[in-house]
């Protein structure tokens, strides 16, 4: 059983591109989180999808940010305009559940870069 | 809001010598507690969980930690380090309360085992 996918590893982007981030969760897996790790700190909550819906947002910046999670493919993370602030390692989770009963599983992460 | 506190933001120990790495966090209203282990550019692996129990939590790789609700404590211990374990270790809660159980963390201890 694969884990969860992220791709790409690494990301380059010039000021004012968009971004997009890709993670398919583990099989069988229908909820998605994303987590940001900015440089020398934690792990910090951005979106919970399931399938079509999203659930909790409350993590994201109100601009630029938005994330999705269709019936069929990967979740996106799409950054719009990025500036170097969005600088950072982003981390998607899979649960088959809302993992009130067990863990999250990690990706291993996109890191993007902005110059 | 529900917070979890890493006080120790790096702890050099030498290799065989025991360890300990300490999370408290702020309510303990019926907690998930998790530790995860994060390498290099790496994504994170889960060391151990606490959802309900035995307070005592033995996880892979030799760790353990002990859930202590009076205290609002979970820290990790291992008796004998390896150099393999130079890690940054994240200590994490489940949001039960707004029904998403999205995680907060700490904001990690970078452990660095010395020879």
């Known amino acids: 059983n694969a884990g969860v996918m992220q791709n790409p590893r690494h990301l380059v982007r010039r000021r004012g591109q968009e971004a997009r981030l890709r993670c398919s969760p583990m099989?069988?897996?229908?909820?998605v989180y994303w987590y940001r790790q900015l440089p020398e700190e934690g792990l910090k909550f951005m979106v919970y999808l399931q399938k079509e819906n999203i659930i909790d947002e409350s993590g994201m910046p109100k601009e630029r940010f938005s994330a999705e999670f269709p019936k069929e493919g990967p979740s996106i993370l799409r950054i719009q305009q990025v500036v170097r602030g969005d600088s950072a390692a982003y981390f998607c989770a899979s649960s088959p559940q809302a993992a009130g009963g067990g863990e999250q599983y990690f990706g291993p992460g996109t890191r993007l870069t902005v110059t | 809001a529900q917070s979890v506190t890493q006080l120790d933001s790096q702890v050099p120990v030498f290799e065989e010598a025991p360890v300990e790495l300490r999370c408290n966090y702020s309510s303990s209203v019926s907690v998930y507690l998790f530790w995860y282990v994060q390498y290099p550019n790496q994504g994170l692996q889960l060391l151990l969980k606490y959802l309900s129990g035995s307070t005592l939590v033995k996880g892979i790789n030799g760790f353990e930690a002990e859930f202590n609700k009076s205290q609002t404590s979970f820290h990790l211990r291992k008796p004998s380090v390896h150099i393999s374990d130079t890690a940054e270790y994240f200590c994490?809660?489940?949001?039960?309360?707004?029904?998403?159980?999205?995680?907060?963390f700490g904001t990690g201890t970078r452990l660095k085992v010395l020879a």
């Open positions: 994490a809660v489940s949001d039960k309360a707004s029904g998403t159980y999205k995680y907060i």
């Open positions: 099989k069988g897996h229908s909820h």
